[in-house]
């Protein structure tokens, strides 16, 4: 076995520390840049991060650093690389069989009536990866070397890396059956078809130099997946004896973030492979088990989902007990790869520099990484005087001003906050309060943020215009979208958004005990990436946030204006957490401030409020024994949100990617008077869901997937229309698009809502006809 360092991560951010991979692609999209430039760019931003992870301390020829870089979502580059692309993309291939950078963008993309792959969360993350389709026509053959260049690519420049790679389980079992399939298949039977492909690339690996390699097989740590614990088990073992039986390989270390190993881990124990990473941060140090003696055991024990400096003496505690195990080697990494946090807090030039003493982004976590390393190597006194800052920090964190808010702290809750009228009474009031049509057609709040929106913004915040002219631009973008919608034949409105730079950003900047970043970016999918705001302190609201927008824009039209509101969950969700005090009890509090918000809504006269909770199934933990705490406090905090809401005001809510069979019990506890949901990438599969447990308040499956560029035809929308329409009740159907439109251009926005009007028309006519 080659030795392994006693330090390394699992990952690093790869959209460039200002987005550079970002800008990049989308101007190879928008034809601005070829090919070659592109591969130019991200080549020199690969280049920057393994020079930028060695001058914080991992070793440039120790395979501590991972080749862990990718275009769009590491779950398509596994598939790509192992071929597994759907039968609409096969002509895409080039002559030799292989998948090039066009044809990848497009299977993540769609182009034309080619629909993308399904996109969905990333474990209890706010990454969003796309979904492998997998039937028994799926052919497996080695269709991309890219990784073996990179790794090629960094030998040249003097580097040893360590690449990575989704593992053969993990990517079949997050796969969906594809079209052609049989009812019933299941991906993970192709398993012994894909191992051979797994060989062929680690032989390609070990010849392009690489020492070791990273399989990242966290499917394993998952009981929220269609496949069982033992037959995950089964599915390791046997993937692991074929690929750790290799001749020609590198030396394998397995990696299962994001929770606990649990039964598992005996599996990988006795595997012919050299390393297993473990999650110590959602997870513990497992027990003992056979096979151990010539492992070596990388103690996940920073943390890589949040951004809080932490407790780094009770991370090397947790590193001295995995010495416990008898294995021949610990090491100390990251609980997941680092793709999860920003780059470096040290950009952060606006942040109070108390709050900084707190934090750790990437940066500041290999940083953490090369300390525990050194202590593991040179005892607990070499690393004292580290272990005694951070220690310091974190009791500082603990008694700062504003961490406790004594009348936040003070407001009693009763059982009846929790709840309204009964959903019958509520129909019956808003029926006669709202007049809406048979299958009212609405959006789910953003409009595009066009470049010059950006701008008006950018020149806003450095001065360049006054408040005022700043909030004329906004009243005329309104005017417009107000308009557009009006002419298209909307029935329920919205503002369009454009005084947000981000659904919870806007909230965070207008409650206190969140602090907003100027740098802090994370890649959300694709070529989109978030920055979400550090929730550090107890939550009120010191004023109104959204009314006087709101109340602009309904005094704008006639028809009915939604007022647009982020939930509890959501801001928890896409923020960075406090981590001393129960996830609920956060929650709690941002309800508070959000239930204020609904009744000044209420009070200026909106009577359609929408509460959007995208992320409801991106908290759920991946152990079932955890899920109904999660479940109760969740739907809890948007029931405190909402409760006070009178019967006649529609609440309405929003979910994405949130596989809504999972969590079926849990929306229809949210009480919402309607849930628009995610459904046209996956072809309106959740009807399925819908109809099953017999769902009884209003539905809106989106008709219009909103996260690729292609435009839907009127007949291809119809379609999925009249799919909704045969299963769920006409008084419950909502005619919407999958999520909002911020990241879209108007052509296209346009375009879609006028084949989305023309599509209800029709559908509409028969249920008149039927009446």
């Known amino acids: ?134 039937g028994p026509e799926t052919s497996f053959s080695l269709s991309s070397d890219r990784l073996v260049r990179e790794v090629s690519e960094a030998a040249a420049a003097g580097f040893v890396t360590r690449p990575v790679i989704v593992g053969p389980v993990t990517l079949l079992a997050l796969a969906k059956a594809s079209d052609d399939a049989p009812e019933g298949f299941d991906p993970l039977s192709r398993l012994e078809d ?114 809080w400096r932490g407790d780094l003496a009770a991370a090397f505690d947790k590193l001295e007990a995995l010495r416990g195990l008898g294995a021949a080697q610990i090491a100390a990494s990251t609980s997941t ?97 709202l007049g809406l049509p048979a299958l009212p057609l609405t959006t789910i709040g953003s409009f595009p943020q066009t470049g010059d929106i950006r701008r008006a913004r950018a020149r806003f915040t450095r001065g360049e215009i006054t408040e005022a002219e700043y909030q004329e631009f906004l009243r005329a973008e309104i005017d417009s979208v107000v308009a557009l919608q009006e002419e298209l034949g909307l029935d329920v409105l919205v503002h369009g958004e454009p005084e947000r730079n981000d659904m919870v950003q806007y909230f965070a900047e207008n409650l206190d005990g969140f602090a907003v970043t100027e740098n802090g970016w994370v890649q959300s999918y694709g070529s989109r990436a978030t920055r979400p705001s550090i929730l550090w302190g107890d939550v009120s609201r010191p004023a109104p946030i959204t009314v006087d927008w709101s109340t602009y824009a309904q005094g704008r039209t006639a028809k009915h204006m939604k007022g647009m509101l982020t939930g509890p969950v959501t801001i928890l969700a896409w923020s960075f957490v406090r981590d001393d005090q ?29 509460v959007d909770e995208p992320a409801l199934r991106e908290l759920l933990p991946p152990k079932q024994a955890d899920q109904p705490a999660y479940l109760k406090w969740s739907v809890d905090s948007f029931r405190l949100a909402t409760g006070g809401a009178v019967a006649a005001t529609q609440i309405h809510t929003h979910l994405c990617y949130s596989e809504f069979g999972v969590v079926i019990d849990a929306i229809r506890a949210l009480d919402a008077d309607v849930t628009s949901i995610e459904a046209a990438r996956s072809r309106m599969d959740v009807v399925d869901d819908i109809s099953a447990v017999g769902f009884d308040h ?71 006809a039927a009446v």
């Open 194 to 307: 894909l191992l051979p492909v797994y060989v062929e690339l680690l032989a390609r690996l070990r010849a392009a130099g690489a020492e070791w390699v990273q399989i990242d097989e966290p499917a394993l740590v998952s009981e929220s997946l269609p496949a069982s614990t033992e037959q995950l088990s089964a599915a390791a073992e046997r993937s692991l004896a074929v690929l750790g039986g290799a001749s020609e390989r590198p030396s394998i270390l397995v990696a299962a973030p994001y929770a606990a190993l649990d039964a598992v881990f005996p599996v990988l124990a006795a595997a012919p492979v050299e390393a297993i990473a473990v999650d110590l941060v959602r997870g513990t140090v497992p027990a003992t088990a056979e096979g151990l003696a010539d492992k070596v055991i990388v103690g996940g024990v920073i943390d890589g989902h949040n951004i």
């Open 337 to 433: 790869s680092l793709l999860h946090v920003p780059h470096d807090v040290a950009d952060e030039s606006k942040l109070d520099e108390r709050l900084v003493s707190w934090l750790a982004f990437a940066d500041q976590k290999v940083e953490q990484v090369v300390t525990l390393a050194r202590g593991l190597g040179d005892g607990r006194e070499a690393i004292r005087a580290e272990l005694d800052a951070a220690s310091a920090a974190l009791a500082d964190r603990l008694t700062a001003p504003g961490v406790r808010d004594g009348a936040v702290r003070a407001r009693a809750l009763a059982e009846a906050d929790f709840s309204r009228v009964s959903y019958a009474e509520r129909e019956a009031a808003q029926e006669e309060a």
């Open 698 to 768: 209003g539905i809106g499956p989106g008709v219009y997937d909103i996260h690729s560029p292609r435009v839907p035809s009127t007949d291809e929308i119809e379609a999925l229309l009249r799919r909704a329409a045969a299963e769920i009740p006409n008084r419950q159907l909502w005619v919407n698009p999958d999520c909002g439109l911020k990241t879209r251009g108007y052509a296209e926005t346009t375009e879609s809502l006028r084949n989305i009007v023309e599509a209800t028309r029709r559908v509409r006519e028969d249920v008149s």
């Open 1 to 134: 076995m080659t030795a392994f360092p006693e330090g390394t991560i699992l990952g690093y951010p790869r959209i460039g520390r200002r987005r550079e991979l970002k800008k990049a692609i989308e101007a190879f999209w928008a034809g601005r840049i070829d090919e070659q430039e592109l591969e130019t760019t991200s080549a020199g931003l690969r280049a920057a991060t393994r020079e930028r992870l060695a001058s914080l301390g991992l070793g440039r020829a120790d395979s501590a650093i991972p080749e862990s870089f990718s275009y769009y979502d590491q779950v398509l580059d596994a598939a790509v690389t192992v071929g597994a692309i759907p039968a609409r993309f096969e002509d895409l291939r080039s002559a030799d069989g292989t998948i090039g950078l066009p044809a990848y963008f497009t299977v993540a993309r769609g182009e034309g009536e080619r629909a993308p792959l399904e996109m969905t969360k990333w474990f209890d993350s706010n990454y969003h990866y796309l979904v492998p389709e997998i």
């Open 582 to 610: 129960p996830l609920g009890e956060t929650a709690n509090q941002v309800a508070l401030a959000l239930r204020e918000e609904i009744a000044d809504l209420e009070t200026a006269g909106i009577e359609i409020i929408q």
